[in-house]
């Protein structure tokens, strides 16, 4: 539910952003438009939210006496990716607003946490067994089957820390390839596509949504999102009914990432959420009315959040590595537009920059129908 004593920031106040890369620097760019400033925390100096903010301070995120300086110079704080101690997000909350707040960051940061909230809350998820050591793991494909995936609890992303168990598979030697003592065993689903949703939630408890995306990846990184996903109607009304509910059950401000597996039955399970902007909404910087990184400032500073009506069908395609060295040529591309971000070097499997393809509207539609 909305607190009634939170408090908006007018334009004009600084936002406090834990973390310096990519998803910060496109926000401090929406909140330089609204006329907001912001101020980067992050333990590297001149990282890409840094390049385009207004101050920044260098600290590890556990730093108590940094922290106190840093909710000094700032009206409200937020963070950009979820490896953030929550410890550090509730010394904060002492000192000056967080949105989203530990509930949130605590339920994206531990799939354990975060798959047994989404089943407290009646959401569908993939099966999936926690396991602790390698007799956990030997029972836990025998209750699952192969095959089926294994995940490091915390900290996994773009396909680092999951191991795939195909049937005869050394149950040891997975258990060790996952690289942590804690994991989830999850079954193995043979879905249709993946789709995200990102929706919006500001100080009143009113939310807005984007048109679900669907999501293809290579190498276990996200490679293109495509605006709207081929789902029914009836389909992506219901994901979008889903991701509401979860936004509401974790009393989010902010931003709120769902992804789904489309079962090929039509079924909808939750996949991971994240709260903050996501890659799979990056999108909407060239195809909506208002895009979610506008969306997060309006909500984190407690503003009327925007239309998310979509102007143009997209295709999000990332760039990966040395795949950014092409730029010039889409520069020449008369429906793309180029966002870098910043980055000195490019490494394999480092995200880049991206580029936003736009269409008419419904066009994409007829071409996959044709």
């Known amino acids: 539910m909305a607190d009634p004593e939170a ?14 890369g990519q998803l910060g620097r496109m926000t401090a760019l929406a909140a330089a438009r609204l006329g907001y400033r912001c101020h980067i925390f992050a333990p590297e100096a001149g990282g890409p939210a840094a390049q385009v903010s207004a ?9 108590r006496n940094a922290l106190s300086r840093f909710a000094a110079a700032i009206d409200v704080a937020t963070f950009e990716f979820e490896n953030v101690p929550v410890a550090s997000v509730d010394y904060l909350l002492d000192k000056v607003p967080v949105r989203p707040g530990p509930k949130a960051l605590a339920a994206a940061q531990d799939r354990m946490v975060e798959k047994t909230f989404l089943r407290s809350i009646g959401v569908p998820t ?13 029972r836990a494909v025998d209750d699952l089957g192969t095959p089926a995936v294994l995940k490091t609890a915390r900290l996994g992303y773009d396909g680092k820390g999951q191991v795939l168990i195909e049937p005869g598979a050394d149950i040891g ?3 060790r390839q996952m690289g942590a003592d804690r994991g989830v065993l999850e079954k193995w ?5 993946e789709i995200s949703v990102i929706i919006a939630r500001g100080l009143d408890g009113a939310t807005v949504t984007f048109d679900p995306a669907e999501n293809r990846h290579k190498n276990h990184i996200l490679d293109t999102s495509i605006a709207p996903a081929r ?25 709120l990432a769902v992804e789904l597996f489309v079962t090929r039955e039509d079924t909808l399970l939750v996949n991971e959420i994240a709260p903050r902007p996501h890659n799979s909404g990056h999108w909407s910087m060239n195809a909506c009315r208002t895009c979610q990184f506008e969306q997060f400032v ?12 979509r102007y143009a069908d997209a295709v999000m395609t990332n760039l990966i590595g040395n795949r950014v060295n092409d730029w010039p040529l889409t520069l020449k591309e008369p429906n793309a537009h180029l966002h870098l ?27 996959s129908a044709n």
């Open 7 to 20: 408090i908006a920031i007018a334009p004009g106040g600084v936002i406090g952003i834990l973390g310096g």
């Open 55 to 63: 101050a920044e301070t260098i600290a590890e995120y556990d730093d």
């Open 126 to 138: 993939v099966p999936f067994i926690e396991v602790n050591d390698v007799a956990a793991l030997s």
């Open 173 to 175: 030697c997975a258990f």
């Open 189 to 193: 689903i043979d879905f249709r596509m």
């Open 231 to 255: 789902l029914s109607p009836e389909l992506s009304m219901r994901a979008s009914e889903i991701a509401a509910r979860i936004a509401s059950k974790l009393d989010l401000i902010g931003l």
């Open 298 to 309: 309006r909500a984190i500073c407690g503003q009327p959040l925007g239309s998310t009506v």
């Open 341 to 367: 971000y910043g980055k000195n070097e490019a490494r394999e499997g480092r995200k880049m920059g991206h580029i936003n393809r736009t269409y008419p509207l419904g066009s994409l539609a007829e071409e």
